[in-house]
């Protein structure tokens, strides 16, 4: 019998549809339908300027906005040929570093609450909150950032606030010990979450999975390491693997990930304290922020020949491996602007980690997934 | 290097340990939140209250509310009137196509003052606006609560943008800086008709027109018609807003890479 689960349904943290065939209770065949969520945010991305996308960046993935900001940005100064200046790189790592945190403790609570535990859900909603704190003091916005810009980011940091960043990693560190008691030391949660979901490497690679799924089977892939870009081949820090491929590796990836990003995080501020510079790169053409060419002569900025270009660019997103692909063909606006998002590659292969599983796994293996539906419809 | 990730192997056999464990840890937060609690009782505590100014948890470097860092935060939008130049930045730089530029009383009226009027039904917050703003005079305030009742109530008038200017809040105090090398109006000379589109709508007057020498006829050959000035643009009063870019009707005025 099929039956569906969403597009309401508290599983689906967002709007899509996962189709169910169950024989039972147990789960014979799955199709997961997508396409709720479209804004068609790729075409709109036609009819902007280039500083004017980045607003429709924060809404491609709310719960991490700011790794999207940054991967449009390289990819546009790619096409754009514009060089930031260093002190932007390091910002742009400090900030999504701090990003990928608020996602992952947005990922845990989400996921407790799938499995039915409410405590954790409040404690993870709760420290996520610092970090938006810290966001708002020097952003100004608390979910949607607009922080970068063609050839730099909006501002640098205000006084002190590198100093009140580090307080709250110390803080943050122990509550990820907490998370661990509360998790890792339940035995409740380890028989409901071992062996549950698993996807082995070989089936990861054949879909195109990535991000923590993949690493917890056990590949050790992330292109902060592999292909680095910003400051990351400046930095130290390690990749998080498990290798049992289920729900409970998931978890350990994660969490791992995170003490990750609080290492990075260490190191970043600590350099921002001691090179001072500008934030803004010296040479940005104006007309990225041109007024609207007059009504019937919208191609006149053609005819000057400004210089042409194709930018694409690839960051580790909190999800998984996200792509930017964006063409410069001379005007005011890009001519075409595409985006690869690893939740889409992530959700597709539903199929091949839940079927043989009772219908109750469902909500944990696909909270352990880390469902952002935004940037999977775009 | 390869992060160890794995867990450690503790079997309890006693199952009231399992649910003790993490109880425990919940407890003890609990005790915790009566003592110093997480949250603001939002309709009557207020982030803004004087109560929770510059107060740091020490402990977590959380910032509640302490000054320098609330006064970031994008709310509402304030524009003082008087030092507005009317040069339509803020409405060409807004995504949302929100800010529509109003007449208000103040200017000539061959030359009638404008200043932005903002549909908060529309309004994303982002900020392009008064990053823009090459006068600061429209800048965003910590106000936050925008509740009303009935939809025309969401378009704020440059006068009632004015009184949230006058109410004093905090304004964002990040400015945006420009970069060193700006790119500045440059003149496709043989395209100009002399026409002083550009010169009369600049809002800085920064544009004058000077005569040019009227080229001799050839035999057969026909003048164009047209009126024999240029513009010369004063590239430091220049606040690059391109007013005269988008009025002028032959399409010579451009963007030119700094000299």
Redesign the interface.
Known sequence: MWINMGPQHPMTHGLWNLRVKIDGEIVRDIDPEMGYLHRGIEKISED?HY??I??LMDRTCYVAGIAWEHLYIQAAEKALHVVPPERTLYLRVLVEEMQRLASHIMWYAAFVQDLGLM?PFL?GM?DRD?LL??F??????RL?Y?YMRV?GV??DL?P?TT??????MD?LMDRFA?YD????????FRTRCDDLGVLKAKDCVTYGVTGPMLRAAGV?RDLRKDRPYAAYDRLEF?????DTADV??RY??R??EMR?SVRIIRQVVDWLDHHPG?V????????L??????IG?EG??LK?HYSKGVGLSAIEEPHGEATAYVVNEGGEHPYRVKFRSPVFVNLSAAKSYLVGYHVADIPPIMGSVDVCVGEVDR | MAASAKPKEEESPNPVLWVARPMATAARQFVKSLVRPSTIVYPFERLEDPKFRDQVRVESGHPIGIGEVWDNYRGVHALNIATCISCNLCAFSCPDLCIEMVTVPGGDPKHPKKCPQIDYGKCSYCGFCSDACPEGCLTMTTRYELSVSRRPEMVFSPQKLHEVFERKLPMNPIRVERPENEDAIRLDAPLCIGCNACARDCPTNCITMVDTPKPTAKPGEKLPRRIWKEPVVNDSDCVRCGTCISVCPKECLFWGTHP
Request: with cysteine; charged share 25%.
């Open positions: 902007r500083n004017e980045i607003t405590s404690y709760r610092l704190d810290h708002q003091s020097f952003t100004g916005g949607t607009e050839g909006r501002n205000p002190g100093d009140r960043i580090r307080k709250t803080w907490e008691r509360l998790c890792l030391g339940s035995q409740i050790k390690d990749i998080a693997l498990a409970t590796a350990l990836v969490m791992e990750q500008p803004m790169a010296a040479n940005v053409p104006r007309w922020g041109a007024p609207y060419a007059p002569h006149y900025l000057r």
